[in-house]
């Protein structure tokens, strides 16, 4: 069995990595939104001005403003308005960037964020397919789209069947033609029951077709359990 770990960014993590400080404001800014509290500031030098609050929570989340004054003795912050007056327990980054430079930041965020989700993958799809599997060849699922790209794991089971050869075959297309690509014989009598048939990191861009086959006619009408996951690419 081959496993893929995957460490997805944090936006969060990212943002932090940019601020100078993250804190959470103890009273309420003024009405007209162009103050935020945080006790934990006083008496701290300014480091503040000319820097970028972003907020995290409250009314105006996720939106960014200039700092343009610091009082340490009362950890007030002077920014240009926000949209809704600033209440304390408001959730805030002190960015080391200029307001006019956070848009590209935020736009670089967002993007790193969606390209990252993508690696907690789809999700877990399970089920089963019955079908007279000694009499031919029979579809057990078809993974995919055409034109979407995928990385994505397989598996199957064999636990109800009996045939010494089962044929388990991979079908995809090839310049425009579906085409064989994989073909391995197990046996439900000896081997594992369950079968691994993708293990490893493999990307498709087309519709991926499973089919099943038994030597044995008592196999006809069982159940083929499947389970697999997609990744987005």
């Known amino acids: 069995m081959v496993m ?19 804190g959470v404001t103890t009273a309420d800014g003024n009405i007209a939104g162009t103050s935020l509290v945080c006790s934990a ?12 609050i972003l907020l995290q929570s409250g009314n105006s989340r996720f939106e960014d403003k200039a700092a343009t004054a610091f009082n340490p003795l009362t950890g007030e912050i002077i920014v240009d308005a926000f949209s809704s007056q600033v209440l304390g327990g408001t959730s805030f980054y002190v960015l080391n960037t200029a ?30 397919t019955v079908a007279n599997w000694n009499a031919a060849e029979s579809d057990v699922i078809s993974i995919g789209a055409a034109g979407v790209r995928y990385k994505r794991s397989l598996l199957l089971s064999i636990h109800n069947l009996v045939g010494n050869v089962i044929t388990v075959r991979l079908y995809m297309q090839v310049n425009g033609v579906e ?44 159940a083929v359990d499947y389970d697999y996951m997609l990744e987005a690419m």
């Open 4 to 22: 893929d770990l995957h460490y997805a960014l944090d936006r969060e993590a990212i943002l932090r990595a940019l601020a100078s400080f993250h």
């Open 41 to 52: 500031l006083i008496g701290s030098n300014d480091f503040i001005t000319g820097k970028t």
């Open 99 to 128: 307001a006019v430079d956070t848009a590209p930041i935020l736009a670089a965020l967002a993007a790193i964020q969606s390209q990252t989700d993508k690696l907690a993958g789809e999700a877990p799809v399970t089920g089963s």
């Open 179 to 222: 085409r064989r690509v994989y073909e391995q014989a197990f046996d439900a009598t000896a081997d594992p029951p369950g079968l691994w048939v993708v293990n490893g990191t493999v990307g498709i861009h087309e519709a991926l077709r499973v089919t099943l086959q038994s030597n044995n006619a008592a196999d006809n009408g069982q």
